[in-house]
């Protein structure tokens, strides 16, 4: 009675070895099998932005430094505040007094023309939309000296017209005439815009009209930078439609009011509220055809301000946006020759000494973890630009230096135990010439608990035979 008794006592580890080997075996199995993560629960995705936005604060920043360091370009510019970034990654290349607040004057005009673009985009407004003029945006009825397309009583002109004269004649009637479609009236056009400012966090923009006329706008050569990349990239096609057409000619006869004809005006003594004779206007961005790959994007002059002008080119893939403010000039001859010089010597810096590479490897990478309640996790990039700027170190340009830039993804075989969701675990690195460029961080998708005593000894194993 007792052996038969001993003998089942003995059979209690063999059967619990037993059980256990076999919890091992389906585990092994389970890893083996493994190939990815399961997807996140909205619970678990929204605790992975919140971590990285907790951790890494800078990835939801529009422009950002260089991730390394260069020798300080000598630009001798005449502009007092100037910015240029690279437009894919937001990466700040130049800047000389960025935050100094100054009046954008038209540059005010590029808010505007978010707010209408948004209208479209969202289907309120179509862009052969015929828009009523309201007497506010009659030329007649401008400030002296006003910038305008020529807007009188009784016109028919569309919604495009309207945007036209706006970018390439910066007309300040056009301003007022999309405000009160848009709005019924300037002041809530003028919030909308001030909206845009405030959810970009912009807190040096803002505006009391759309025209830029007032020297109580307000805005920093980073700020309104930071705006025409996000600009730019929410509305790509505005630059071929709008801001790189060089040539605009208002009244056509199309547009005048009922019952009158083409006749030469003479504008001398004001303008009439019936405008009836053709104007033809050149862009006023001075660098359009002159600069290689130059498509926009606006000027901007009153006494306050100076000679302001965002500009933004591209060639081949790379695009890159400067800002310059309170240009000198002692004439518009002079300003404008000013806006060149600066507008050339920022871009050609840029286009000699950078150039954009994709990052091909922006991915999730699965990595099994051991002895954790949950058998991987995915590892994410933190930052999610598509592009670097990579510096001109050697080649025979920066665009053929860039295309040799290589890419190394270091993530480790496995992790074991418990894993806290948004901790970095790997890295993707750029280099080129053996020196590295960028570095970008792979972090846990997910929280995994540690797991039982079992199940992490039964893990031990597995990891020691996969």
Known sequence: MKSEKKRRLWLIPVVLLILFAS?????????????????????????????????????SQVLHPLSYNIQKPALDLTA???????????????????????????????????????????????????????????????????SLMFLGEGQKVTLEELLLGLSICSGNDAAYALAYKVCGNMPDFVA????????????????????????????TAR????????????????????HSVKTFTYPKEKNLAPGDRPLNQ????????????????????????????????????????????????????????????KG????????????VKDGTALMEWAFY??????????????????GAAGQGVNLIPVYNEKTICVPFVSGTDAAECASRINFKVHVPENLSGRIECGTVFGKITAEIDGYTI????????????????ITALADFFVSQTL
């Open 192 to 219: 909308r815009m001030n909206k845009v400012a405030w959810d970009l966090g912009l807190i040096h923009t803002s505006f009391v009209e759309s025209s830029g006329y007032s020297e109580l706008n307000t805005t």
């Open 266 to 325: 003479d504008f001398s003594q004001g303008i009439p509220q019936h405008i009836t004779m053709p104007v033809t206007q050149k862009n006023t961005n001075p660098l359009l055809g002159k600069l290689e790959g130059c498509d926009g994007l606006k000027t901007g002059y009153i006494d306050e301000s100076g000679y302001n002008l965002s500009l933004t080119a591209v060639r081949g893939k790379t695009r890159y946006l400067s800002v310059t403010m």
């Open 353 to 370: 000494t950078f150039a954009d590479a994709s990052v091909d490897f922006l991915k999730p990478y699965f990595v099994k973890v051991y």
């Open 80 to 146: 007092e505040a100037a910015i240029l970034i690279d437009v894919s990654n937001g990466t700040v290349l130049f800047e000389k007094n960025a935050d100094e607040v100054i009046p954008p004057a038209s540059m005010t005009k590029l808010f505007a023309m978010f707010v209408v673009e948004e209208e479209v985009r969202a289907g309120h407004l179509k862009y052969e939309d015929l828009i009523p003029l309201p007497p506010e945006s009659w030329a007649c009825n401008m400030p002296p000296h006003s």
């Open 23 to 59: 919890y091992t075996v389906f585990r092994a199995v389970s890893f083996k099998n493994l190939k990815e993560a399961p997807s996140l629960t909205n619970e678990q995705a929204l605790e992975l932005e919140k971590q990285l936005s907790v951790l890494y604060p800078e990835r």
């Open 328 to 339: 000198k000039g002692s004439s518009t001859a002079e300003g404008q020759a000013n806006r």
């Open 223 to 242: 700020e309104m930078a930071l705006f025409c990349r996000i600009y730019l990239n929410r509305h790509p096609k505005s630059l071929e439609r709008f």
């Open 438 to 453: 960028a570095e970008i961080p792979l972090a846990s998708d997910r929280s995994l608990k540690k797991a039982s005593f």
